[in-house]
């Protein structure tokens, strides 16, 4: 089963999805955030049956939480860890994703000059 943990930090307001799977490029497709509208991870429903341990989710969030002094990215991979310690998805693994973003879009800060100014469009 695919496991991934959506959270946002309080201190800074950056958000974050961190997701491990079986899926190969589990990246591409599981995680999509938007600086200052927010965060999701897109899943397909699941058999329960790939997921070893029933409260692999109670256990994520847990170890997310234990691991408040560390650097919020740090926090995200912690809470995947549980998830692969207690079994993760059964079908073994392939690709994991990271991804995390300001609380702001600095590209459409209208003002950005310089060879770092990045324009985008949504």
């Known amino acids: 089963m695919t496991v991934s943990i959506v959270a946002r930090d309080p201190?800074?307001?950056?958000l974050g999805v961190a997701t491990a799977s079986r899926v190969l490029a589990v990246g591409a497709g599981v995680p999509h955030l938007r600086p200052g509208v927010g965060a999701v991870a897109v899943q397909a429903g699941?058999?329960?049956?790939w997921m070893e341990h029933p409260d692999v989710a109670e256990r994520?969030?847990?170890a997310y939480d234990a691991s408040w002094a560390q650097p919020f990215p740090a926090r995200l991979v912690a809470a995947l860890a549980a998830a692969d310690g207690m079994g993760g998805d059964l079908r073994g693994r392939q690709s994991a994703a990271l991804r995390v973003v300001d609380s702001e879009s600095y590209a459409d800060c209208g003002t950005c000059t310089g060879p770092s100014s990045i324009s985008s469009t949504p």
């Open 46 to 49: 699941a058999p329960r049956r």
């Open 11 to 14: 201190g800074t307001g950056r």
């Open 60 to 62: 994520t969030v847990a």
